[in-house]
């Protein structure tokens, strides 16, 4: 039987906030609907599109887009493996959508327990330069 003891860490950068009793209160209350009502089928459909639209995009940026899939392809090249696996990204997205929805049907139930009023959340502050 095992015995893990699992932790919830949150980070969260802000700035400009005097009160940082505003930033826990802003947290907690944030989890707190989360453990009422999970996540929302449409949030995470729309975060989905959101990685969807980037990979198929393929925006390097100013970086040379050619440079940027040989690099990809070196990561299993270098290993005598086929160096044009990691460029074909449309299989794991869709196994990524399927353990999404997943996700989604397990957050229901598992939010309220793992947010429960026996959870422990402990706040650490600092100053970000």
């Not at 949030?43 to 690099?71: C, H, K, Q, W, Y």
């Not at 299989?91 to 989604?104: A, G, P, Q, R, T």
Request: proline share 3%.
């Amino acid at each position: 039987m095992c015995h893990y003891q699992t932790a919830v860490t949150v980070a969260v950068g802000v700035h400009d906030i005097v009160a940082s009793a505003q930033v826990e209160d802003l947290v907690l209350s944030e989890l707190e609907k989360l453990k009422n009502g999970g996540f929302s089928s449409t949030a995470v459909e729309a975060a989905l599109n959101s990685i969807e639209f980037d990979l198929r995009e393929n925006n390097t940026g100013s970086f040379p887009r050619g440079l940027s899939l040989m690099l990809r392809s070196m990561s299993s090249w270098i290993y005598d493996k086929d160096p044009f696996q990691p460029l074909q990204w449309t299989d794991s997205l869709e196994h990524f959508k399927v353990l999404s929805c997943l996700f989604l049907v397990l957050s229901r139930f598992c939010f309220p327990f793992c947010l429960s009023h026996h959870a422990g959340f402990s706040f650490s502050y600092g100053l970000a330069h």
